[in-house]
């Protein structure tokens, strides 16, 4: 099996020589604080997250805390059934670099997306050697976060633990407060 295949993680050593491989993560980076970052009403396949869109949700939902994990949403998860507009020539929405590096000047675990890649190709992978280059972690192709808050969730992401792996398939779990109990 391929290791970047559906719902995955890429570690820090998918793009950094020497950087921290899936089996060297520590499961507590991996359970985090989960903040959602829907962009999914402005984003088309050439959207790109910006630093505006950060400092609008830290305007509304407060400042992003350090060691929370950042779940972008595009809506892109609405062609998951359709393969090739899912894929769509690798054109979809995505994250710039100045986002990724305000999300790193903040101190996040990581981020994750629900298209191919926080990234489009013809940009180079600016994205995956801000975060990767940081040491934090990148997940892609999620699905499903229409349910998480934008605030006040948890994501547990639980990869394969593949010895030496730069990629694993995960477990995905975002983990929402439960309404009216104590």
Not at 17 to 46: M, W
Request: charged content about 25%; glycine content about 10%; aromatic content about 8%.
């Amino acid at each position: 099996m391929i290791e970047g295949i559906g719902t995955h993680i890429d570690a820090p050593a998918h793009f950094l020589p020497g950087g921290v491989t899936i089996d060297e993560l520590p499961l507590a980076s991996l359970i985090r604080p989960c903040l959602l970052l829907d962009v999914s009403r402005a984003a088309d396949e050439r959207y790109r997250v910006s630093r505006k869109d950060v400092e609008d949700f830290e305007r509304q939902w407060g400042v992003i805390n350090a060691g929370s994990f950042v779940m972008v949403r595009t809506g892109w998860e609405r062609h998951w059934h359709t393969p090739e507009k899912y894929r769509n020539d690798y054109v979809f929405p995505s994250v710039s670099t100045e986002a990724a590096e305000v999300l790193v000047e903040r101190g996040i675990a990581g981020i994750g997306i629900d298209t191919l890649s926080p990234d489009r190709p013809e940009h180079g992978f600016p994205v995956h050697k801000v975060m990767l280059g940081a040491g934090k972690y990148i997940v892609e192709n999620a699905a499903n976060l229409i349910g998480l808050p934008p605030r006040g969730g948890w994501i547990a992401t639980l990869p394969l633990k593949t010895k030496n792996g730069t990629e694993a398939p995960v477990r995905l779990l975002g983990l929402t407060p439960l309404v009216g109990t104590e």
